[in-house]
């Protein structure tokens, strides 16, 4: 299977981004619909890349979590779930990114969590005791993830509170978009939902807020993204931050259970 590189050019659009903020003082950075574009041009490529390279029916199909052997192919679409999943799994850490040391913690923990899933779907004696598809190759993916776990590491070194090294939207954006490209290789895309599933809180916060918001004129939410919701209601920084990792931790052993619950 090989390599996710094509997920990883999604720090060039977060470069972009913080060069402008940064070095141009532009406070609102790139634009965000030429943003969005751009994500989803390189996601598409990186998409197409994988399927070209994944055997049939595993290319355009996808596996439905505790149940069984379970494929579902859908053919052509599977290029924009994929690239849903990436773009959204970016933009999500990307959004979670808020307080120092919150989004780094989650994303070492799926990275772990990925890991090992990669070994397993690389694995066909492992799949096959686990009934999970099994993706030949994958298991390369575990390095990466492997390494993205020890770099996790040693930013979260530099960027525990009070912070003395920000990810900006350089290291988000690839981050995530990295998470999400492993979970389209191993076929454990919806998986991501549930062990990222402090990320999808965290952007769902965010839709729902500014739904309510055009729709009624009222907020949800004393501020959106969810953490600074706490902030306003006077949790301190650091309550905040690890009981995120608490939960993130939770969410992602629910994950992992669907390994062995089908």
Not at 25 to 34: E, M, S, W
Not at 62 to 77: H, R
Not at 170 to 183: D, E, F
Request: hydrophobic fraction near 55%; charged fraction near 15%; charge should be positive.
């Amino acid at each position: 299977m090989g390599r996710a590189d094509g997920d990883d050019r999604l720090w060039l659009i977060g470069f972009a981004d913080d060069f402008l903020k940064v070095s141009k003082k532009n406070p609102k950075g790139l634009n965000g619909r030429i943003k969005l574009i751009f994500e989803v041009g390189i996601a598409t490529v990186a998409v197409v890349w994988v399927m070209m390279i994944t055997r049939d029916p595993l290319s355009t199909s996808i596996a439905i979590p505790f149940f069984k052997q379970v494929l579902i192919n859908i053919g052509w679409f599977f290029i924009p779930f994929a690239v849903f999943i990436i773009v959204g799994a970016g933009n999500s850490v990307n959004l979670t990114d808020g307080l120092d040391g919150l989004a780094i913690v989650p994303v070492m923990i799926a990275a772990g969590c990925y890991a090992l899933i990669s070994y397993l779907v690389g694995n066909a004696v492992f799949s096959a005791y686990l009934q999970i598809p099994s993706v030949p190759g994958a298991g390369e993916m575990a390095v990466f993830c492997g390494a993205l776990t020890g770099a996790g590491l040693g930013f979260l070194w530099f960027n525990a509170p009070p912070a003395r090294v920000f990810m900006g939207d350089t290291g988000s954006l690839s981050l995530g978009g990295a998470l999400g490209m492993v979970a389209v290789i191993t076929k454990h895309e919806i998986v991501l939902g549930i062990i990222g599933g402090l990320f999808v809180l965290e952007t769902v916060s965010v839709i729902v807020q500014v739904t309510s918001y055009k729709l009624t004129g009222k907020r949800v939410f004393r501020m959106a993204p969810l953490h600074h919701h706490f902030e306003k209601k006077g949790w301190a920084e650091p309550t905040i931050v690890i009981r995120f990792w608490i939960i993130a931790s939770v969410l992602a052993l629910i994950g992992l259970s669907t390994l062995k619950l089908r």
